[in-house]
């Protein structure tokens, strides 16, 4: 039997690849560092949607390129590679792959189709201050008003909040969570941008009395399931992005160190220089694995919150071993803002707070496993 990617798969990640290794450089991201410039390169994002790769987790029935939550993993796997400043994260999980489970023809109609052309951009605004869980808003409350609802609350640090038209936002209703998306530009929504440390542009979102029309609903008492749904595949996403973070950072030092000689041998042939870099690879590769299930499991629209879970657990672990044993052998040069290893060190660590905690992550994952989730009969 074949576990191996198909060739579609391979030609999906060849191409992510190919693109964005041509237009994707340290000089290029240069141009963002210290928020010179939102962090968001839109030719790039052009190139992308016309290479048919932002739509590669939409059906064909719908416009897309017939792929699903796999091919995008391996797609978002090559944007951490080169940390490219591009919205694929935010735009195709929490946008275009909600839309097409859970919205209506006429909602498809109305923001799929259009984003599928790059016509719009699409977000998710998940957290809350103080609660990380997106099952369960508690900041944001919805009433209803006419057909539609009537949004106040807030949620913090929406990765592409203000470049983004459409943001899809839960809210507690009294019929339980409702789920809808929201047109940057109402009336009553606020945008107070924020900083993080990769420089990704991020802004909370305020909602005073928001209107909502009923079109822009999806079923509401759908909404935790929806929640749900989503939040398994976003913390899956950002898991693949951690791979492609984390192994181009482990490349960088193997060939540093390769090079760089001390004692006239190269520094890699040092036996301490050698475990450290031979750790992260295992790291990696369990990351990957890891990650690899939980994405193929999701794909098939299987249960998955123990994969997920484990996934997250390794991202954490792995962003941290990794940014601090590639800074190790490289010695000063990891920190010397004229080479990249920093801005990948940034994305480590952001993606590992991002996902929270591995302690909080394996107290639960220890819950589960006694309840005897994700054991076999």
């Known amino acids: 039997m074949d576990f191996g990617f198909s060739s579609e798969q391979q030609d999906i990640r060849q191409l992510a690849r190919q693109i964005l290794g041509e237009q994707v450089s340290a000089e290029s991201l240069k141009a963002y560092d210290e928020y010179a410039a939102p962090r968001f390169d839109r030719a790039l994002w052009r190139t992308l949607s016309e290479a048919g790769l932002v739509a590669v987790p939409v059906s064909e029935a719908e416009g897309g390129g017939g792929f699903g939550f796999m091919e995008l993993a391996l797609l978002l796997e090559e944007v951490g590679r080169s940390i490219a400043p591009v919205p694929v994260l935010s735009h195709c999980v929490g946008g275009l792959m909600v839309l097409e489970r859970f919205a209506g023809s006429d909602l498809k109609q109305r923001l799929l189709r259009p984003a599928l052309a790059g016509e719009l951009l699409l977000g998710a605004a998940v957290l809350e201050a103080g609660n990380e869980d997106p099952v369960n808003p508690l900041l944001t409350r919805a009433e209803t008003s006419g057909d539609g609802l009537r949004l106040n609350g807030s949620k913090q640090a929406v990765a592409f909040a203000r470049q983004s038209d459409y943001l899809l936002v839960a809210a507690r209703h009294v019929d339980g969570v409702a789920v809808c998306f929201v047109d940057t530009r109402a009336p009553g929504v606020t945008l107070q941008d924020c900083q993080s440390t990769a420089f990704e542009p991020q802004a909370h979102v305020l909602l005073d009395n928001v209107e909502v029309a009923a079109e822009y609903v999806l079923e509401p008492s759908d909404g935790a399931a929806i929640m749900h749904w989503l939040g398994e595949r976003l913390c899956a996403a950002h898991c693949a992005h951690q791979i492609g973070v984390a192994d181009a950072a482990m490349r960088m030092a193997a060939s540093y160190t390769s090079e760089r000689q001390q004692f ?92 929270g905690g591995s302690s909080v992550h394996l107290a639960a994952l220890g819950r589960s496993l006694a309840a005897g989730e994700g054991l076999f009969a």
Not at 281 to 308: F, W
Not at 319 to 327: I, L, M, S
Request: with cysteine; net charge negative; charged share 20%.
């Open 264 to 355: 006239g041998v190269p520094v890699a042939t040092f036996q301490a220089v050698g475990h450290r870099v031979a750790d992260c690879y295992i790291d990696i590769e369990c990351l990957r694995l890891a990650t690899y299930q939980a994405c193929s499991l999701l794909h098939d629209e299987c249960e998955a919150g123990v994969e997920t879970r484990i996934a997250k657990i390794w991202a954490g672990d792995t962003g941290h071993r990794v940014n601090y044993a590639t800074q190790h052998v490289h010695g000063g040069m990891g920190i010397d803002r004229d080479y990249s290893l920093w801005r990948y060190s940034l994305w480590l660590r952001h993606n590992e707070m991002t996902l």
